[in-house]
Each structure stands twice: as structure tokens, then as C-alpha cells.
């Protein structure tokens, strides 16, 4: 490596993320070939695709259990931490949960300094902090690139489960967060981040749900995810297939950063965003005069997006209210399930 230049981890990751040749989904009929689980006390597993799985211990506990974990998607390795904590975290909140620990899963390369590894921790334990958790252990290997990432146990009560099934005509869609990282983080990582809004983005993939989930958690939510690599769409589309509901999302209601806009109708889009445009075409009835650039924002992959609530029509307007009292980065109303279906999705 030449010490002159300043190290950038994103420049180390040769995989990115979702930009395999398998396409987004490739691996849910794999799942299907694996044992029916038949314990009854795994109230969530594979079949709804859900963020976690949700095991019952008790009548009034059960164990939220997930784990997430990637190559950088920014530079500097603090960050690096950062952000894929949170993410890693955003998957129990996403169930309804509270995290209560989290175990830290690394592939690490030779040719990096240790002290590399070290900032990731100390910017993955400063996030595990700001949940209220502590990152209790884990396990290294030797890898080519950078991996890191967290498994994490939380807490539910097994009848507050939030899963993608529940979802119910006339719910209105609540998004936490803006979208767009995916656009961002790939301009920064190919130097065509011409507005510097990486910094904006990382803010963003940095901030807990902890703040959307403990306001969402104390009403009626019918379904909840939070929106990551399948983009805003493919999340929903695993909201309402698993609701056996249609939906519609409103395009010009849909909190977007600024420089993603920019960026996407210049061309600027991660492979895994366009495979997910591609993936959902069977899913999504875009309007007749809608460009690429609005797709593929709406189908961006996100890392540590925010949450996406299906909540009655009668409690939207208060809810709302209520996460943006609670200083969430977004708190809009980006669509409604506008009845009983196969999952269908139009934007509109
Ligand atoms: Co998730
Ligand atoms: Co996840």
C-alpha cells in the first residue's frame, strides 16, 4: 500500500454488497428447500422474510435474533463501524424489539494495521452504547477485504411482534428516514461525490431507529420493516406479499437527499439498486411518464435506511406528530395499502 495516500476502506471492498450476479430474492426459494421449522415457539423465521427471528421463551418473552454484516461502504473505519451497527441494531427494532447485546462478526485482512480493526470497534461499541447495549464478544477471520458487522439478541413480548405480515387495507406507510445512500455512498466511493454529501449520508446510516421504534411501539403498527438493501420497494413488496395486500407509494411524498437526485440522473447508481429495479419489475406499476432516475431511487439500496410502518389511517396524522417530536430524520407518509392482493405495488 503507498503510506502517502490516505486509506480508503471502500477502495478495499471488491464485493459490493447487493451487486452479485444472483439477483435480489435469489435466496428464497433456497429457503424453501430447507426443513419446514415446526417448533412452535419460533414465532418469525424465514417464510414472511422478515428482518429477524423471533423465538418465544415465555408467555410474556420472547428472543428477537438477527445478524447483518458487509464489506465498507464508507472510508474511514470509525464510520465504517458506525454503520454497520446501527444497521446491524435496526433489525431488532424493526421487529418491535429492544436490543440487549451483540456479538461482532469480522473478516479482516493481513495487509491492513490492527489499529484499522480497532477504530471499526471503537465506532461499531460507540453506536452499541448509544442503543444501550454492549458488544459482548464475537469472532475474526483472515479475509481478502474488510467485513464487519454484528449479531445481535433483543427482547420482545411475543404478542408485539411488529413483523412484514399484518399489513391491512386502508393503513397509511410512514418512512423514517430519507433515501438515497446508496446513490451517495457509490459516488463517493467512484470520487464523483461532487457536494461532499457523504457526510449527510453517514449522519444518516448512523442514526439509530431507536428513537422511530420506541415512538412506533407504543401504537397500533399493523406491519414493520426497516428499509435496506432491497431499496424502499423491495420492502415494501415484502410487506405487502407477506399482507396479502397491494399498495400504493406516493413519489413526490417520498423524503430524498438532495445530492442522490443529483447523482442518480447523472447515472449514478449502485448495481444492486438497478438489480432491484429489475427484480421488481413483476412487483411495481410505475406511472407511464415516470424516468429511470425516479425508479431507481425508489429501489436504492440502502444500508441503515429507516423504518417503513403500516399504521391505521385513523392514528397516521398523530403518529406522525409524534416521530417527528421524537426528532427522527424523516416523518412522512409515502403511500397506503390500498387493499386485499398478491403484493402489487403502485407508484403513483
Ligand atoms: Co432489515
Ligand atoms: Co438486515
Redesign the pocket.
Known amino acids: 500500500m503507498n503510506t502517502s495516500e490516505p486509506l480508503r476502506l471502500t477502495k478495499l471492498a471488491k464485493r459490493a454488497g447487493c451487486a452479485a450476479k444472483h439477483p435480489p430474492g435469489f435466496l428464497l426459494p433456497l429457503l424453501g428447500l430447507l426443513p419446514t421449522i415446526t417448533d412452535p415457539n419460533v414465532l418469525i423465521g424465514s417464510s414472511t422474510a422478515d428482518?429477524a427471528a423471533v423465538y418465544r421463551m415465555s408467555d410474556d418473552l420472547a428472543l428477537v435474533y438477527?445478524t447483518?454484516f458487509f464489506t465498507p461502504i464508507v472510508d474511514v473505519p470509525r464510520d465504517f463501524g458506525r454503520v454497520a451497527a446501527a444497521?446491524a441494531l435496526?433489525?431488532v427494532y424493526a421487529m418491535g424489539g429492544k436490543p440487549l447485546m451483540a456479538l461482532s462478526i469480522v473478516g479482516f485482512p493481513d495487509t491492513l494495521p490492527a489499529t484499522v480493526l480497532g477504530e471499526i470497534l471503537a465506532g461499531a461499541s460507540e453506536i452499541a452504547s448509544e442503543a444501550g447495549i454492549a458488544i459482548v464478544g464475537g469472532h475474526t477471520i483472515k479475509s481478502e477485504e474488510p467485513i464487519f458487522g454484528l449479531a445481535v439478541v433483543g427482547t420482545v413480548h411475543p404478542e408485539h411482534v411488529l413483523s412484514n405480515a399484518g399489513a391491512k387495507p386502508g393503513d397509511v406507510l410512514i418512512l423514517t428516514k430519507p433515501l438515497g445512500l446508496g446513490i451517495i455512498s457509490t459516488a463517493a466511493k467512484n470520487d464523483q461525490d461532487t457536494t461532499s454529501a457523504i457526510s449527510e449520508a453517514i449522519r444518516v446510516m448512523t442514526t439509530l431507529n431507536r428513537a422511530a421504534a420506541e415512538v412506533l411501539t407504543r401504537y397500533e403498527v399493523h406491519a414493520l420493516t426497516d428499509v435496506?438493501g432491497f431499496g424502499l420497494l423491495g420492502h415494501l413488496r415484502n410487506i405487502t406479499a407477506a399482507s396479502g395486500v397491494t399498495a400504493d407509494v406516493y413519489f413526490a411524498a417520498v423524503p430524498i437527499l438532495a445530492a442522490a437526485i443529483e447523482y442518480v440522473k447523472a447515472g449514478i447508481a449502485p448495481g444492486g439498486t438497478r438489480a432491484n429495479r429489475k427484480f421488481l419489475t413483476d412487483w411495481v406499476e410505475f406511472a407511464p411518464d415516470s424516468p429511470e432516475w425516479e425508479q431507481l431511487l425508489l429501489c436504492d439500496a440502502q444500508t441503515s435506511g429507516g423504518l417503513l410502518a403500516a399504521v391505521p389511517d385513523a392514528i397516521a396524522d398523530e403518529v406522525v406528530k409524534a416521530l417527528a417530536e421524537a426528532g427522527t430524520l424523516a416523518s412522512e407518509i409515502v403511500g397506503k395499502i390500498t387493499g386485499v392482493g398478491t403484493g402489487k405495488i403502485r407508484v403513483v
Do not use: E, I, M, V
Open positions: 428482518d438477527t447483518d444497521n435496526s433489525d435496506t
